[in-house]
């Protein structure tokens, strides 16, 4: 009994520590143009609080396979928490932008490590039969924790200013600390690997060139510079690749790639993670743009979806312990790929409860789908690859996001710019943007139908 209280609290911590880092990614983002007046800055500066925190998270985020071999979750855990905690204090009493922006970045040091420890920490200490559930109630905080940034911090800003975001976050953290202190251990085996200065240096230039030359897509930088930056980037990325083939003890172990099934598991995290968190960015455009709601409106049409979606993919990880992933799988593609046919109905005289519903029906695809493919995903590697494996799913999720919105916001400017030269109005002109913007989204899940039907197929081989 006391051993399975010890296991819950620590399921707690893990939750509520992912769920704050998740959760603080988009906290900003509604509060980005009062900060554009308080800071003095314009857009283009102040977009940096979301792409230097995103730089730092793509980089910390594949790093955690090696620090999970090194130190124990507790102490990592409660380090990343202090990285956090440090950070936002230094964010709530920040009198510039250059200060405010150190500290996002100090933040994002913590925070990357926070959902792979949560992930691998939570796996490790579940036993195999019940891994299912678990897996879903830490990617339920994946999927919900950024959907709710928006939503809290406009009721926030409705009644107080954006430094209280900041001050409200420091007991929470607080309390993690102090819990992991008492609740986690070291349910990981560690190897105290040595620490190649080569690959993470590789891996970090890699990623942080190939991240922010598809965050700055959309801007109007010289074409050729952000074509060489992406190139530059994934040549790096290439480096890191083969160098980690010849290593002994790899910073992360590629060679789990050599397993089809987890390869194609992993591209559908990324294509569906290209939809999922794209959706959180241009509905809002749309909605405020062509509807003039208000950011708190926008965020609010978006809350029913992120309750529904987070219901579901814990459901769906109960089903998926006694009943395997498959249908799942499909059945939420196929949800998601009704969602998107009815998204391309919608115009500017459609109704908020009706676009509300349409993208709750999208979001229960993606419920149904989203944690069994990862738990299919972590089940064909060894228990010796599973930090490896959850690495690279946080990678993939991260790679997703950056991906995603940059595509998502150029398709909806490109058909909006398109249908403006017809002198028709910017509101229609918006929806008919979004209209091409689900266009994409159609063809990304019929191609993760394939991907899926590939990788049951895989599957079955193996198990014969």
């Not at 230039?205 to 897509?217: D, K, M, N």
């Not at 029906?361 to 993606?366: C, K």
């Not at 063809?443 to 990788?455: D, E, G, R, S, T």
Request: glycine letters at 8%.
């Amino acid at each position: 009994m006391q051993n399975r209280k010890k296991y819950v609290g620590m399921l707690i911590v893990l939750l509520l520590g992912g769920f704050l880092s998740l959760f603080n990614e988009t906290i900003l983002n509604i509060a980005l143009t009062d900060l554009m007046q308080v800071m003095h800055v314009n857009a283009s500066t102040v977009q940096w609080l979301a792409t230097g925190y995103m730089l730092i998270v793509v980089i910390m985020v594949p790093l955690s396979a090696l620090l999970l071999r090194k130190f124990s979750v507790k102490w990592l855990y409660i380090g990343a928490m202090s990285l956090f905690l440090l950070g936002t204090i230094v964010a709530a009493s920040a009198i510039n932008f250059p200060i405010l922006l150190i500290a996002r970045m100090v933040q994002a040091l913590g925070t990357g490590l926070l959902a792979p420890i949560m992930m691998s920490a939570a796996v490790a200490t579940t036993p195999l039969e019940k891994r299912g559930g678990v897996m879903a109630l830490c990617t339920s905080i994946i999927l919900v924790g950024p959907s709710f940034g928006p939503i809290i911090s406009g009721l926030i800003l409705e009644v107080t200013t954006w430094r209280m975001l900041f001050i409200l976050l420091i007991p929470l953290i607080v309390i993690c600390i102090v819990g992991a202190y008492y609740l986690l251990g070291s349910p990981l085996q560690l190897t105290q690997p040595k620490i190649d200065v080569v690959s993470v240096a590789l891996i970090a230039s890699g990623l942080a060139s190939t991240v922010y030359a598809i965050s700055i897509l959309d801007t109007a930088i010289f074409w050729g510079f952000k074509l060489g930056l992406f190139v530059f980037g994934i040549l790096l990325l290439i480096g890191f690749y083969y160098r980690q083939q010849s290593l002994v003890h790899p910073l992360l172990n590629l060679k789990v790639f050599k397993e089809k099934a987890f390869l194609l598991a992993t591209l559908l995290i990324i294509l569906i993670q290209m939809i999922q968190f794209s959706m959180n960015i241009i509905l809002p455009m749309i909605l405020e743009g062509g509807k003039d709601l208000s950011p708190l409106q926008s965020a609010l049409v978006l809350f029913p979806a992120a309750i529904i979606c987070a219901i579901i993919t814990i459901m769906a990880g109960r089903v998926y312990d006694e009943y395997g992933g498959k249908w799942l799988i499909f059945g939420g593609l196929l949800i998601m790929l009704l969602g998107i046919c009815l998204q391309l109905t919608i115009n500017l005289s459609s109704s908020i409860i009706l676009i509300t519903i349409f993208n709750s029906l999208l979001y229960a695809g993606i419920g149904f789908m989203w944690s069994p493919n990862q738990s299919d995903a972590l089940s064909l590697l060894a228990e010796r690859d599973q930090t490896d494996g959850v690495a690279i799913i946080n990678t993939s999720i991260q790679l997703g996001s950056a991906l995603g919105t940059p595509v998502f916001v150029v398709l909806l400017s490109l058909g909006e710019k398109q249908t403006l030269s017809s002198s028709i109005n910017k509101g229609k002109a918006l929806f008919s943007g979004f209209h091409w913007t689900m266009w994409l989204a159609f063809v990304l899940i019929v191609v993760c139908l394939v991907f899926a039907n590939f990788k049951f197929r895989q599957m079955s081989r193996k198990l014969k």
